[in-house]
């Protein structure tokens, strides 16, 4: 009966090592983001959508780090159950990836419009909630805009300070003329662009993952 190859034993250990630091790394990004003060007033004016691509991101790191464990430890004990999970596992989160990756591509030259529709219907801003105006009132103050489809007519009949352009700008008016949606459109787009480049990028990994892992599979039977 033929051995298992060392080489590829050994590659199989280290790939799912590397695999394993991926699901790490995406796993602390991504409760970076979703605890970070300045992602949540940016994605909280969307009504939360890309907080849930990010709890999906963290469940995915989390995933991703389990089978990593269950690749190392299937190659170091030779054992054909955890490969076998290692291989199922990896390409169902290999077809959600694809799955995403394409979608995110479809739907990106549609991202504008959406949110402009839903930034739109948010107006009149001064009627919302606090955490809401809050989250707005620094972005305005950070971006220098003011409203986020009409300018400073969006706030109603009252404007608050962060519309105000200070002496130190350049100003043509009392308030900000830039509104904010094209901040918060930049935001999003450089953000979903960051989500489909992981989902590519990885998808390139997780093909090796799946040739190795059942190459291994197919050597141990054999064994």
Known sequence: MAGVNKCLKYSMFIFNFLFWVCGCIILGVSIWLRVSSDAQQKFNIQGSGLLSAIDVMIAVGAIIMVLGFFGCCGAVKESRCLLLLFFIGLFLILALQITAGILG?????QLETKI??????????????????????????????????????????????SCLCLPTNTCDSLYYKETCSSVLVDYYKKNLLIIIGIAFGLAVVELFGLGFSMTLYCQIGKK
């Open 116 to 161: 402009n529709q839903t930034l739109h219907d948010l107006i009149p801003l001064n009627d919302k909630s606090e955490d809401l105006k809050q989250a707005l009132e620094k972005i305005q103050e950070e971006s220098k805009c003011c409203g986020i489809v009409n300018g400073n007519t969006d706030w109603g009949n009252t404007v608050p300070k």
């Open 105 to 109: 591509v479809v739907y990106k030259p």
